[in-house]
């Protein structure tokens, strides 16, 4: 950035070397994208399509990533990419909670995405959306991330849906982005863009399903024709700092403060009540939501384990048989 005082004229050449330098790193991550993020058009083809938006393709023998609420209660469709090329779909498996979806398209030969790891993505970084808002295919816009680890209930899709650990950016995400590219400067994809709140809440406010080790997990369930299972304890609650003394003790600075505990399930039957603060689950840490939730996946799912939590101060354990999520 020039000094203050610099003369203008040097100041408007910085502008303009950033402003180019801006335009050339989407335009390059656009032209690597775009042939790999397809227009879905959802429906049997025998009637009127009930639904559309994107998908991004992940292999080269058709298997395509979307949101799940794209393609909820329809089994197929077409997906339409930049090469004019139209093929058909089906429907592999989808995760309601996780809002993804696996497809495979008819054909071979696609050109699939790198998939990037967005718990490497900081606020404030430059992001691309790649989507086919309002049927409009091919579509690009560009912002930054602008909060990380949000849990928002997004207007997109029939009724609510609660979103958690999502990537918030200002990227402009229309209708018929949902299942759409979020790309880093390198071309990777980050996220799945799968929201757009309303304008209650606020404009700009688009939400991305991270592409993260868990994600990946669920992508590869999916594609294998695998329902995804998790295991269920029944507390509901959210982060908040430990005690110094608690702190030091664990080795973490943060656990989840439970808010409420739904009757008859693990949570209760072990002994948990409200404003008991989680911090770990068979040893390992437990700082949000977010991180309890990753680690209740199917090998819990009827395993007895111990649960650190801090009441009164104090630091103790109890034992809980997991059940699985209906």
Known sequence: ?????????????????????????????????????????????????????????????????????????????????????????EVVGTDRLSDLAVLRAGGAGYQPARLGDASRVKVGQLVVAIGNPFGFEGSVSAGVVSALGRSLVASAGPGGRLLDDVIQTDAALHPGNSGGALAVSSAEVVGINTALV???????????????????????????????????????????????????????????????????????????????????????????????????TERYIGRQVAIGFVRDGRLETCQARCVELP
């Open 1 to 89: 950035m020039p000094a203050p005082g610099a003369p203008a004229e040097l100041a408007s050449t910085v502008d303009e070397v950033l402003l180019d330098s801006y335009s050339r790193t989407v335009s390059w991550v656009a032209g690597q994208l775009l042939p790999s993020v397809a227009a879905l058009r959802v429906g049997d083809g025998a009637r009127r399509p009930v639904g559309a938006g994107s998908a991004v393709v992940l292999s080269a023998d058709g298997m395509l990533i979307t949101s799940a609420h794209v393609v909820q209660g329809s089994a197929r469709g077409t997906a339409t990419f930049t090469t004019g090329d139209e093929v058909p779909f």
């Open 198 to 296: 309303g304008p209650w809440a606020g404009q700009g406010l688009g939400m991305a399903v991270p592409v993260n080790e868990r994600t990946r997990t669920i992508i590869g369930t999916l594609a294998a024709g695998r329902p995804v299972r998790r295991a269920y304890l029944g507390i509901g609650g959210g982060s908040r700092p430990l005690p110094p003394a608690v702190a030091a003790a664990t080795g973490t600075s943060r656990g989840v403060e439970v808010v409420s505990v739904v009757a008859s399930s693990p949570a209760a039957k072990a002994g948990l009540r409200p404003r008991d603060v989680v911090v770990s689950l068979d040893g390992d840490p437990v700082a949000d939501v977010g991180g309890l939730q990753s680690l209740l």
